[in-house]
């Protein structure tokens, strides 16, 4: 008797684990589904982002040359000379400041909110549910 109610206890745990391996392994395909769903609209968002810059970019660069174009037509020899290097030089130098900005570590941080997440981390910040 107390082997058959040992076999049947084993019989018992046996099910019950094996039901708990499957309900994890839904509950983690499901989570799967979801991280994959979530990279696939990233990737998307990506990609307009991406495709809206270049065209921002590209509408500039059109304005940008119809700009000097016009002064060019507009203005006499030497003025036109000293317009356009007083143009390059403005457009130069907010370029440059930009594209500093742009690279900046304070404004990735910022932007992508590592540092709300280095914060929680260090224990400055209460854990916060997402």
Request: hydrophobic share 60%; net charge positive.
């Amino acid at each position: 008797m107390k082997q058959y109610l040992s076999n049947v206890l084993t019989s018992v745990a046996l099910w019950v684990l094996k039901s708990y391996r499957r309900a994890s392994l839904d509950l983690l395909r499901i989570e799967a589904a979801v991280w994959y769903v979530r990279g696939v609209g990233a990737a998307r968002q990506l990609f307009i982002g991406v495709l809206a810059l270049a065209f921002l970019v590209a509408l500039a660069v059109v304005g940008f040359v119809l700009l000097h174009v016009g002064l060019y037509a507009l203005l006499p020899a030497p003025a036109n000379a000293l317009v356009l290097l007083v143009l390059g030089a403005v457009y130069l130098a907010g370029a440059l400041l930009a594209l500093r900005w742009a690279c900046a570590e304070k404004t990735w941080m910022k932007y992508s909110k590592a540092d709300h997440y280095v914060r929680q981390a260090t224990g400055k910040l209460p854990p916060s549910r997402p």
